[in-house]
C-alpha cells in the first residue's frame, strides 16, 4: 500500500493492524481497514428502544462468546475515530464489538434531544438486551465523552455488566453548560422556553428546551456512580490535556467508584487527536483481562 508522507503510522498492541492517521482519519481508517483484512465483517444491525425508534449499529463479528458494546458522545455518532478504532482493535483481538448510534443521533430514528442521559441509558439497555436474547455476553460497555456518563449511570440503574469504561466523561453536569450555550442561556430559556443553538453559518443545530436543560441539572453523577455494584470493574481513561472535560473529572470518579482504575493519558486532548495508539492500548488490556478474569471465575 503506498502512503503520503502526510501520514503517521501509529502501531496497535495487536500485529495484526496497523492505523494510519493524518487530518483525514476516516479516509485512512477505510485504507486501513481494506488493507489488513479484519478478521470479521461489519454488519447492520438494528435494534428497537423501547419508545418504539429504530436503533442502527454495526456488528464487529469475530464469534465471540462476548460483545464489547461501544457508546459516542454528544451530537457525534458510532462513525467517530476514536469509536471506531476501538471496534476494529478489539476485532483484531478476536473480540466482538458492537458500536451504535443514540435515538436521534446518526442513523438511528428520534430526533436530537439535549440532555436524555437515563434515555440514553435505557438505549444501551436495549441493545444489550437485544444481544442477550440471541445469547451473546454483553458483559462490557465502553463510552466515549457524554457515552462516558452513559455507561456509568448504566449499571446503578441496571445489572449484569460486570465491566465498564469511561473515556473522558464528565463528574460534574453542571459544569460546561455555558460554553455550549452562551452566558445568559438560563435567562434566555427560562424567558423564551427553549435555546437555539447555532453553527458557525447561522443555522440551528439543535434546540434546549428548559424541560431538557433540568434533564441534564437534575443527573447525579456523584449519586449514581455510588449505586455501582463492588463487583463491576470500571476503567476511566482521561487526557491530561482534554479542552472540553477537565481532568479532575476523572479524579472525581476515583474516589467514588468502589472497584476503579485510573489512567491519564499525558499530553491527549479530549479526542485524544495524536494518542489514538495509547488509547486503544490501555483500553485493550484493561477489557482483555478483565474477561480473562471472568473466565476464570466462572471455571
Known amino acids: 500500500m503506498l502512503l503520503s508522507s502526510s501520514f503517521t503510522p501509529i502501531s496497535f498492541p495487536s500485529p ?3 492505523l494510519y492517521q493524518n487530518r483525514s482519519p476516516k479516509r485512512i481508517l477505510k485504507m486501513a481497514q481494506s488493507a489488513y483484512n479484519p478478521v470479521g465483517r461489519q454488519q447492520k444491525i438494528i435494534v428497537p428502544n423501547k419508545h418504539g425508534e429504530k436503533l442502527v449499529g454495526l456488528l464487529h463479528e469475530t464469534g465471540s462468546e462476548e460483545i464489547v458494546i461501544l457508546c459516542h458522545g454528544f451530537r457525534s455518532t458510532k462513525e467517530t ?3 471506531t ?12 464489538a458492537f458500536r451504535f448510534d443514540f435515538a436521534g443521533n446518526g442513523e438511528s430514528e428520534g430526533t436530537f434531544q439535549y440532555g436524555n442521559y437515563w ?5 444501551l439497555h436495549a441493545v444489550i438486551q437485544h444481544f442477550s436474547g440471541a445469547n ?9 465523552s457524554k457515552g462516558g456518563d452513559v455507561v456509568l449511570l448504566y449499571p446503578s440503574k441496571y445489572h449484569g455488566i460486570r465491566t465498564v469504561v469511561n473515556v ?6 453542571q459544569r460546561g453548560i455555558e460554553e455550549r450555550l452562551g ?3 438560563l435567562e434566555t430559556i427560562k424567558k423564551e422556553g427553549y435555546l437555539d443553538v447555532k453553527n458557525k453559518t447561522g443555522d440551528v443545530s439543535y434546540r434546549v428546551t428548559e424541560e431538557s436543560l433540568m434533564d441534564r441539572l ?4 456523584h449519586e449514581a456512580c455510588l449505586q455501582i455494584d463492588k463487583e463491576c470493574q470500571v476503567l476511566t481513561v482521561h487526557g491530561s490535556a482534554d479542552e472540553t472535560i477537565p481532568v479532575e473529572d476523572a479524579l472525581e470518579f476515583s474516589k467514588i467508584i468502589p472497584n476503579h482504575k485510573l489512567h491519564v493519558i499525558e499530553g491527549a486532548d479530549h479526542c485524544y487527536t495524536s494518542h489514538q495508539a495509547e488509547l486503544v492500548s490501555v483500553v485493550l488490556d484493561f477489557i482483555k483481562a478483565a474477561l480473562q478474569q471472568d473466565k476464570a471465575t466462572s471455571n
Open 16 to 18: 495484526k493492524f496497523t
Open 81 to 83: 475515530t476514536t469509536i
Open 85 to 96: 478504532n476501538l471496534a476494529i482493535a478489539l476485532e483484531n483481538e478476536g473480540i466482538s
Open 119 to 123: 434515555r440514553e441509558a435505557d438505549d
Open 136 to 144: 451473546r455476553a454483553a458483559s462490557t460497555i465502553l463510552g466515549h
Open 168 to 173: 473522558s466523561g464528565r463528574y460534574d453536569l
Open 183 to 185: 452566558k445568559d442561556f
Open 218 to 221: 437534575s443527573t447525579d453523577m
